[in-house]
């Protein structure tokens, strides 16, 4: 084999006459007028080369001319312009072309299960014939770049952590078992009987004890792994940008994580973003956009009318109101002329939602036409047509629940009505317009109805609002938690928070709040505890989301598309084959046994 003096990609007007080496892939072959065309591809792009029968020996033509596509080659011959008219300007190294003199097949590739070459027909290959074949799937230029911009983003992130003082740090991959949140994979020691790893979740506790241990500012783009449903964006196995800090309070965090998303949008698209981004709370995203993760790029905003209808004729909603729910509406503008299929597709997505029903009212040719207005008093609706601007061909959409329900039922008909506008060119969103924010001051605990008790809305080792400790033994619904999010577009990109640092108000989240057994914190946690009394920094930090940031930046809805080897949504990696059987011997070797689960009859 020749090695290549020169990328595909590199070739231009520049290198006329120079004689060059090409290795690469076949991409694609054309015969015109008995001259043949075969376009080589490498990783960084592709040029033409010309097989001409009165330039080569037959034996080389006939050669090339047999060649699949994919097929792996070597090519030497001189640089020319091409012809006039038949410059390609779709490629960079349109201009040029190369004379073969002389070729090696390196491996001559079988027929393919599906085209590379053709970038819209790959794309409408069936997504599992794309994994199993993901060798192949990897050389369409689309993924190449998805993984050259991966790539570039890393080393950007590394780059600017290291500029700021931070030092990467390695965390174990094999953990013990703390059962809160998602479920774990387990990994059986064999050293060990019937005992196990765990594989984290996240570092959180290794990178908090790192802060015990006086490195101060940590990073790590971090493999962390959660044993639960996927879907679009969640893989069992994962990556984010793990950061922790020592001496710091919230706005330390939000001006670090501000200047790394600058740099890593300059990096991959060239655009410069806000040096700051807007804050707002959870309670005012829910109250506006009706979700903690809100798509800002649109308006169609909520609004609350429980004071106006308080009174109302209309008894849902008076009713609603006396039993200490709120009613909320927000104005689809230009939605009037919604079917009646997409109507009950609304209405049906509210009741999924707990909703039992959809109120609305259509405004068309001047008239609101619902059968609820008839209840409404003149003064409720000025209040309506003033608060949300009611015009000709706009559609209200209420919810009646109490507050975090009626919120989330109308977030939800909000994205909706944002897409039915869309289809109907009535929404045009920017796809390079990114709308980034903080989401702050969630509810440091919730309540579990069935369980009878609270648990952490984020971790337990979250700090609560310096002035809402007290509220922690009389009033733990009202504790807000040091906690923000990053959110972009409708995407949250990460989150975090500052830490309990005092082993006091741990023990006392533990045991009094989440009431965690006391043998149960000693096994989980009791090194951290124990750690904590040797002198513990106030500290804080963040997970972002490696996988979900390169999806945003490559403008595609699945991470599946930015992960070299993916799982599909059944957790298998259709290429290997995993997961697999083990033998006998291997579990005997880790002391397990598995039990035949029983055949379905029938």
């Excluded at 290795?23 to 592709?46: A, P, T, Y």
């Excluded at 698209?269 to 807007?278: D, H, V, W």
């Excluded at 919604?338 to 001047?366: C, W, Y």
């Amino acid at each position: 084999m020749k090695k290549r003096t020169i990328h595909c990609n590199a070739i231009r007007i520049d290198h006329i006459d120079q004689v060059v080496t090409l290795n690469g892939w076949v991409h694609s072959r054309r015969d015109l007028g008995g001259v043949l065309f075969i376009d080589l591809r490498d990783r960084e792009g592709r040029t033409q080369t010309v097989f001409d029968p009165s330039d080569v020996s037959s034996e080389l033509f006939d050669q090339a001319a047999s060649l699949h596509s994919e097929s792996v080659v070597s090519v030497t011959g001189k640089v020319r312009r091409r012809p006039e008219g038949t410059d390609n300007t779709k490629i960079p190294t349109g201009e040029v072309e190369i004379m073969v003199q002389s070729m090696e097949v390196l491996n001559a590739a079988d027929v393919l299960p599906f085209p590379v070459d053709d970038p819209e027909t790959a794309s409408k290959v069936n997504e599992e014939l794309r994994l199993k074949y993901r060798y192949l799937d990897l050389r369409r230029p689309e993924m190449m770049r998805h993984l050259r911009l991966r790539s570039k983003v890393a080393t950007a992130t590394r780059v600017f952590m290291e500029e700021e003082g931070f030092l990467e740090v390695e965390t174990p991959t094999l953990f013990k078992s703390t059962p809160e949140g998602a479920r774990e994979f387990l990994v059986p020691s064999r050293l060990h009987p019937s005992q196990a790893y765990a594989l984290p979740q996240s570092p959180q506790q290794f990178k908090q004890i790192l802060m015990v241990s006086g490195v101060e500012k940590y990073f790590q783009l971090a493999r962390c792994y959660r044993d639960e449903d996927l879907r679009a964006d969640r893989q069992p196995e994962f990556t984010q940008v793990d950061i922790e800090m020592s001496f710091i309070d919230r706005e330390d965090i939000y001006a670090l994580i501000e200047g790394l998303m600058g740099r890593v949008w300059e990096a991959a698209l060239g655009q410069t973003i806000p040096k700051s981004f807007r804050r707002i709370t959870f309670d005012q995203a829910m109250n506006t956009y009706g979700i903690d993760k809100p798509d800002t790029r649109f308006g169609l905003e909520i609004h609350d009318f429980s004071e106006a209808f308080k009174e109302s004729s209309f008894k849902v909603f008076s009713g609603t109101i006396q039993k200490g729910g709120v009613i909320k509406a927000l104005n689809a503008k230009g939605l009037a002329d919604v079917t009646q299929g997409q109507m009950e597709g609304l209405t049906q997505l509210a009741i999924s939602q707990g909703a039992k029903g959809l109120a609305f009212i259509k405004v068309e040719g001047g008239e609101w036409k619902s059968p609820i207005v008839k209840f409404f008093s003149e003064q409720e609706k000025q209040t309506l047509q003033s608060t949300l601007e009611i015009e000709d061909g706009d559609l209200i959409l209420f919810a009646a629940d109490s507050w975090l329900p009626a919120c989330e039922v109308l977030g939800r008909i909000r994205l909706r009505c944002a897409e039915l506008l869309q289809q109907r060119g009535r929404l045009t969103i920017d796809p390079l317009r990114f709308d980034f924010l903080w989401v702050t001051d969630f509810p440091l605990l919730s309540f579990d109805k069935e369980m009878n008790r609270w648990y952490s809305s984020h971790h337990p080792f979250t700090a609560p609002v310096e002035e809402d400790v007290d509220l922690l033994a009389s009033d733990p619904r009202s504790v807000r938690g040091q906690h923000y999010d990053l959110v972009v577009n409708g995407v949250e990109l990460g989150g975090g928070s500052i830490r309990i640092h005092q082993p006091s108000v741990q023990r006392t989240i533990f045991e009094q709040v989440l009431q965690i057994p006391e043998d149960v914190i000693q096994a989980r946690f009791g090194y951290m505890l124990d750690a904590f009394r040797y002198g513990c920094p106030p500290h804080g930090g963040i997970a972002l989301g490696f996988d979900r940031l390169i999806a945003i930046l490559c403008q595609t809805p699945s991470i599946r598309d930015v992960i070299a080897f993916p799982k599909t949504a059944k957790g298998t990696c259709l290429m290997t084959e995993s997961p697999g059987s083990v033998d006998a011997r291997q579990l005997r070797d880790l002391h397990i046994q598995w039990r035949q689960q029983p055949k379905s009859e029938g």
